[in-house]
T-cell receptor, first 114, second 113 residues
Framework: GDSVTQMEGPVTLSEEAFLTINCTYT??????LFWYVQYPGEGLQLLLKATKADDKGSNKGFEATYRKETTSFHLEKGSVQVSDSAVYFCALLNSGGSNYKLTFGKGTLLTVNP | DAGITQSPRHKVTETGTPVTLRCHQT?????MYWYRQDPGHGLRLIHY???????DKGEVSDGYSVSRSKTEDFLLTLESATSSQTSVYFCAISDGTGYQPQHFGDGTRLSIL
C-alpha cells in the first residue's frame, strides 16, 4: 500500500535559518503530493502541492519539488520565522479507483526561536 | 477558507456513553472524511463518504460508525465510547475531481474518562 515517511522531529532552529524537512513516499501510479501545516490548536491547512513529476509547489516562502526518481518531496525554506513554528505533514493522494484518500506522514514539529 | 464546521469543538464524556460528532460543509463537495490525530501516529482515516448514503471504512474504523443523509452533513458516532478513542477528530472535504487536496475543519477534541 501507499506510505509516506518524513523525518522525525522535533526540529529546532533559530530565526533566519534554512529549513529542510525530508519526505519520501511509496506509491503505485502517479500520486499527487502535498504539504500541510498545523498551527497550535488549529486544523490542517494546505501549504503547497505538486501533481506530477518535476513540479515545484511553493507558498509563503516554502518550496518542495516532486522528484519521481528519488520518490521524494522535501520541504524547504530559506529563512524561517518564529511564526513558522508548527507541525508539518507530508501527504500523498492516489486516486486509483474511486478512493480519493490521503496518506499522511506522522508529522514533524518545527520550533523556531528568536 | 473552505466552509467546514465541526461540532462540538470540545467534549468530555464517560466510558460506555454514545457520542456523535458532526461535520457540516457549505462547499457542496462530494467527498467527506473523518480522521483521528494521535501523537506518534499522524492522521489516520476512520471512515469516508463519496456521496449521500455512500460510505466506506478507513484504516481505523472499528468502534466507529458514520452516516450521511445530506450532502452537507457527515456524522461520526462512537456507539459506546472507550478511553482508547480519546483523540482529536478532524473532518475533511474534497470535490474529488482530478488531484485536488482535501480541506480540513478545526477539529473536535474528545476526552473519554
Amino acid at each position: 500500500g501507499d506510505s509516506v515517511t518524513q523525518m522525525e522531529g522535533p526540529v529546532t532552529l533559530s530565526e533566519e535559518a534554512f529549513l529542510t524537512i525530508n519526505c519520501t513516499y511509496t506509491a503505485t501510479g502517479y500520486p499527487s503530493l502535498f504539504w500541510y501545516v498545523q498551527y497550535p490548536g488549529e486544523g490542517l491547512q494546505l501549504l503547497l502541492k505538486a501533481t506530477k513529476a518535476d513540479d515545484k509547489g511553493s507558498n509563503k516562502g516554502f518550496e518542495a519539488t516532486y522528484r519521481k526518481e528519488t520518490t521524494s518531496f522535501h520541504l524547504e525554506k530559506g529563512s524561517v520565522q518564529v511564526s513558522d513554528s508548527a507541525v508539518y505533514f507530508c501527504a500523498l493522494l492516489n486516486s486509483g479507483g474511486s478512493n480519493y484518500k490521503l496518506t499522511f506522514g506522522k508529522g514533524t514539529l518545527l520550533t523556531v526561536n528568536p | 477558507d473552505a466552509g467546514i464546521t465541526q461540532s462540538p469543538r470540545h467534549k468530555v464524556t464517560e466510558t460506555g456513553t454514545p457520542v456523535t460528532l458532526r461535520c457540516h460543509q457549505t462547499e457542496n463537495h462530494r467527498y467527506m472524511y473523518w480522521y483521528r490525530q494521535d501523537p506518534g501516529h499522524g492522521l489516520r482515516l476512520i471512515h469516508y463518504s463519496y456521496g449521500v448514503k455512500d460510505t466506506d471504512k478507513g484504516e481505523v474504523s472499528d468502534g466507529y460508525s458514520v452516516s450521511r443523509s445530506k450532502t452537507e452533513d457527515f456524522l461520526l458516532t462512537l456507539e459506546s465510547a472507550t478511553s482508547s478513542q480519546t483523540s482529536v477528530y478532524f473532518c475533511a472535504i474534497s470535490d474529488g475531481t482530478g488531484y485536488q487536496p482535501q480541506h480540513f475543519g478545526d477539529g473536535t477534541r474528545l476526552s473519554i474518562l
